[in-house]
Structures are given as C-alpha cells and as structure tokens.
C-alpha cells in the first residue's frame, strides 16, 4: 500500500480548556524528546512528543500563558504570561524555579543553544530582554526600538536576536551592542519568526496571507508564497527543504519551498491554527488551534512511527 493512499490521521492531544498559542519541542534525548505547549487557559503542559502522552503541567500562572519554550536537553522550561512575568521551570518535576518579573504582558520566551544560561523574553512593553537564569534578579540585556508590542522574539546565533512586533516590522539585534542592525517592514504585523536548523540561517516569516523565507544574513527575500486565508504560524522541517503552515482557514498547508510545489493541505482543526513546530527527527509536526486541542501529524503518512502503525491488509 502506498503512503499516497493513506489518509493522515492525527493523533489529538486533549486536557488544555481554551485556545493553544505556542508549543516547542526539545531535541532528542536518550528518552526520546518532549512538548511543552502554552495556552490562554494558563497550565502550560508537557508532552511525550512522539505519542502526546501528558506527562505533567506547570501550574504557577495568574492568567493566560502566551509563550512556551523548553531546553534542548529537555531539563528547563519557560513560560510567558499575561500575569506581567516569565517563569522558569524544572522539566523533569514542575516545579518553578523562578519568576521574571515585567512591567506589561509578557509574549514569547526563547532559550539560547549556545549560551547556556540566557533566556530572551519579548513583551507589550515594546522590550526585548535577556535574562540570566542563574542569576535573575534584573536582565542582563534590553533591547529597545519598537514602536509596538513585541510578540516574538528568538535567538539566530550567538551574536544576533530577531524579534517580531505589532509595529509592522521584523528587526536584527546584535546582541554585544544591543543595537538594531536590521528591519524588515511589512505591510501588516508579522505574526511568527523561525530561524532554520540546517546552517543557512534562513528566516521563516508569516505576516497576512504570505509565508516568505528571507535569507539571515543578507535579508534578501528568497521565497513568497500567497496563501488563501491569514497565516499564524509556520515551521521548517529540520532537513528536508519543506515548511508546513497554518492559519484562520483551519487548514494545514505543505510546501516544499524550493520547486513551490503544494505537497499536502488537509482541514486540520475545527478553529484557526496558532503555532505549528516539527519534532526534531522531522518525523511529526505539532499544531495547536483556538479549538483548544493539540495535534500530532506524520510527516510521512503511513510510516510505522510513535503510536502510528502501518498495517498491510
């Protein structure tokens, strides 16, 4: 049977009571490799993320929960609140282990690969921050040079941050010297950022009904693509030259983004989709949606995988 005939069937991940607005995956451990999700109910929760099995919530916050990252080796969380903080927490028993206190609506949390300690925050105080973790008491970094709120912000490398905002644009911080180095300007605000894993450091931007890809270096736009409805959220497969993307048409599109070509696009969920990510193997791709429901989905549909089995009959 080939995986052409196959209809793709995900694997719905309940508990959360209100809209899902962020998930991160962490990379593979010698366990496998997990998912945090934030949603406006305010329990983040933690997943296996190859079954969605629910290993446990980080229950702390005074509201909605916005943002949700967790450590590449699955030991730290964090978390963006409407309670005016950012929370970190130790992934392995939830506890919290500290409170990042701000002054306005906090949107996205973002840890760094390389620098260990960091944790970048982006706010409705028109703020981007660093924190140290070890260390919280006040940030070791603010950038500053929106005009609106910062919905997004994470890092591209050790030297550079790229931050999204209500003010229409997409701006490059370098780090050292905390100045702006770069601006994109949108016709309308950019509603999601994500930086590839395959070296070339190419950004995947969402703003209105496009999902383009620019080069990070340069900023040259590389690709455009004009979708049908408002794109939220789209994600790059960590090795193959594809992105998936979601938005109000509850529909999940796929594209391999060198030819263009529309590989997949399926109803995805019965609300709009607000983030997507893929897991680290690039085997299954998470959505979440205003449905209140996570997803899990194949990248190769009728491939034996997690609680996925292909059955010859």
């Known amino acids: 049977m080939s995986a052409t005939t196959v209809r793709q069937i995900p694997i719905t991940c309940n508990g959360h009571t209100r809209p899902v607005v962020d998930l991160r995956f962490s990379d593979i451990t010698k366990y496998s490799y997990l998912l945090v999700s934030a949603c406006k109910d305010g329990i983040p929760m933690l997943r296996e993320g190859d079954t969605g099995d629910w290993i ?55 840890f760094s690969s390389i620098n260990k300690e960091w944790l970048l925050t982006a706010s409705n105080e028109k703020l981007i921050k660093i924190y140290d973790v070890t260390a919280p008491a006040e940030p070791v970094k603010v950038f500053n040079g929106h005009t609106g709120a910062v919905k997004k912000a994470i890092f591209m490398d050790a030297k550079r941050i790229c931050t999204a905002s209500d003010d229409k644009t997409i701006k490059i911080f370098d780090i050292d010297s905390g100045n702006c180095i770069s601006t994109i300007d949108f016709p309308s605000p950019p509603n999601s950022i994500e930086i590839s894993c395959d070296g070339q450091a190419s950004l995947l931007i969402t703003h209105g009904k496009k999902v383009e890809i620019f080069d990070g270096n340069t900023l040259n736009k590389l690709q455009s693509f004009e979708m049908p409805c408002e794109m939220n959220t789209a994600t790059f497969h960590p090795t193959a030259r594809e992105f998936v993307c979601g938005g109000l048409d509850f529909r999940i599109y796929k594209y391999n983004f060198e030819t ?54």
């Not at 450590?71 to 282990?97: I, R, V, Y």
């Open 260 to 313: 263009g070509v529309e590989l997949e696009s399926y109803k995805g969920h019965f609300g709009p989709i607000h983030c997507m990510s893929y897991s680290p193997d690039g085997e299954v791709y998470a959505s979440g949606s205003e449905d209140g429901t996570l997803r899990l989905w194949q990248n190769t549909v009728g491939t034996t995988y997690g609680l996925w089995e292909m059955v010859n009959v």
């Open 56 to 110: 446990g919530s980080f229950i702390g916050h005074k509201g909605a929960v916005w943002g949700a990252t967790i450590t590449g080796n699955a030991e730290l969380a964090a978390t963006a609140g409407s309670d005016f903080t950012a929370k970190l927490w130790d992934a392995n028993t939830g506890a919290e282990l500290q409170t990042f206190e701000h002054k306005h609506i906090v949107r996205s949390v973002d």
